[in-house]
Nanobody, 127 residues
């Protein structure tokens, strides 16, 4: 069973930076994809970024490009999201998610087609 535990987040001023982290457990192979999502107040959940083990680079939403950086620690099965130049519209609950099964290769997708989810962490950017 895959478990995702998130940390980070909090309150930051407009233009500030934050780091989110997500540590996964339960993977039996390094074949998974990890993504970051967010859900703002009265908004639908949206994908922010994702990363996998393919030769393709990480993916970002248009709003995240140039400001957010996703990275992973393969040895620790963890993923981080470094967010800079934050804006009030970046506020919301952020979730990490994983696409994984014991067989095959799992690629990151910029949709919510993920199997397991973290508990969520609040990010609030004050204006």
């Amino acid at each position: 069973q895959v478990r995702l535990v998130q940390s980070g987040g909090g309150l930051v001023q407009n233009g500030g930076s934050l780091r989110l982290s997500c540590v996964a457990s339960g993977f039996t192979r390094k074949n998974y994809a990890l993504g970051w999502f967010r859900q703002g107040p009265k908004k639908a959940r949206e994908v922010v970024s994702c990363i996998d083990f393919s030769d393709n680079g990480p993916h970002y939403s248009e709003s995240a490009k140039g400001r957010f950086t996703i990275s992973r620690d393969v040895a620790k099965d963890s993923v981080h999201l470094d967010m800079s130049r934050l804006k009030p519209e970046d506020s919301g609950v952020y979730y990490c998610a994983a696409r994984w099964s014991p067989v095959g290769q799992h690629f990151c997708v910029m949709t919510d087609d993920y199997d397991d989810w973290g508990q969520g962490t609040q990010v609030t950017v004050s204006s």
